[in-house]
């Protein structure tokens, strides 16, 4: 169909075009590219968008490429038009590196969590991870059960050097849950311990009717003892 | 009371003469005119009344006083009217509307509204043509139809754009072309003519222009003006010192070479809108008629040209079958296609009119129109089956009590084939 651009590199009028993406690009670089679009006027790399309202479009990779175009001053944009759905989105922005991937911890593999905290301990530029042992942290976040977790925090009780603050806040960065809820019968006592802090399991007893007061193993041992 | 406010204050069930009474004097006010501006009832003369008709009011002219040269009518239906396109209803209320548009107040008449508050339609007529200038809105945002509607009523364009188009080449769309564009320069218009097909460019060729002229491509790639591209034609009748002249945009020369017609390229730089943009302004006060010349496929000179219209037509012939079946194709699948991306801007898009049997002979055996109403008849069968009724762009006289087979045709004149030959229209 000859009418549709989706799949077409097309030349587009940059005043019709939006980013919501942001680019940390450090100045060096976007200088050069900035200088090299004045001489060339036209970027060879496309932009990809997609069409979000007539004659409107929203960048869904190649962030840089844009602020370089909007930085030369250039009036029309060379892009390729994606469909509007979310895989096509996320495959184009990781393809472009144009941030950090975003994980499901719930569901994420060990070969995964490795890679992200290698990533993190060794060669992001700030390096916020620096000192965990990758190895260790990897097998512990690995076998804990996590796939109740609904936020990070129980990765600051693992014991493996990554507590809240900095290393926390990196891992927020990239990591994100899709708890499961909890089963009707508790079997494992160290998901609990490692899972939810005092105050969790106090407001989980009182919703099973159980007595809430008491120590964390205390409340622990209740818990599994309930049919 | 605010509009809305009246729409949702309405039964469920509202009869007509409820919505005729609560709803339309306020919708019609909303519109600009006032209460000495519309006449209800308004007799046609001829076929009919319709609900309502207005024009504003000139010095002491007062519309609803001379009730003469009515600008807009507005047809009301119940609630209980289903006036979602396509449904029975809907097209009953279109043909009276079609019916009131030819009596003989109403040519002066512009627009068409047809509405129940549930929904409403605004439709062009120029002239003879009557064509949907906007889908078929919901009322749910009143004030938002209320607006599109006047920013058409209020700026009425001009020109109607003719896209003259048949996939099945050799049916004599450029010969229609050229002497559509001459008698009605005859008749006192102002028209203008395109050569839309940079690969063959046979208006070009028709008229015997010279090879130097011709800037298509810097006009669709707006370095230049439409008007900076335009050329004129100019006629001089042998026997009265008269001339005669239409204009014309054709394409460069020496193009078919070039990089810059390579489709590829083309669909990368130029966009759906490309052509209807830069025709926008000639059509709105430049010319009453703008015809173009379409390339006999679906590429991208095609779709560019059939986006810019307003209304297609088409011509076949008697003895060609795929002529025929290409026209409701065109119906059934081409059109849809171009009316899809231009109702996501609220507008319409370009509707068919009806076919046209072009260099019919005065004679056909009985055998070769059997055959020809057969083959009609298939396509037609076959539209009904994807849901469009081509009965009326290939029968307009046909109605359920006179089942007449009457189609517009052009018969076949020497004159106008030779003319061809001699490089000249032959309406001149």
New interface residues.
Partial sequence: ???SDIG????LPFEEIESALETDVHELFLQEAVNSLRVSQRNWLPLIVKEID?DQYEVVANAFVYAAIARAGLEKA?CIVVNDSDEVAEASYLLARDGLPRINLSTASRKQIEAVLDYLAKHHPENPLKGIQVGTATRKIDEASKKHWKTLDPITRLKCRIGRGAKLEALKKVFYLTPEPLPESLTDSKMLEVTFTLGELQAIAKERGLKSSGKKSELIKRLLETE | MSLQSIIDGLPINASESVVEQRFSPAFINALGFGPDEMVPSFDTKGRGQVDHAVRKNKGNDKFIETQLDPYLYIETKGKNKNLIEGHPHYIAALNQLKGYFEGEKSKSVQWGILTNSVHAQLFRKHGKAVYPVTPCLECTDIDKVVQLFRKHIEAPARGLTVAIYNNKGGVGKTTTTINLAAALTLLGKRVLAIDFDPNQQDLRDALDLPPSEGRMWDMLTEKIAARDSITSYEYEFPRVSRKASFDLILAEQGVTSEDKYDEIKL???L??DALLKVLQPLKQSEYDYIFIDVPPN???FS?RAV?AADVVLMPARHDNLHSLQNAGMAITELLP??QA?RQ??NDYGPTALPVFLNGLPSKISKHQANLMHQAIGKVIAKGDVEGFDLKPYFYPKWTAVVRSLEMRRIRYMAHIASSDFLHRPAAF
């Fill in positions: 169909m000859g009418l077409n590199l097309v030349c007539v060379w | 669909t990368q730089i966009r759906n679906w590429r991208i779709q986006y296609q171009v991306i996501k801007r």
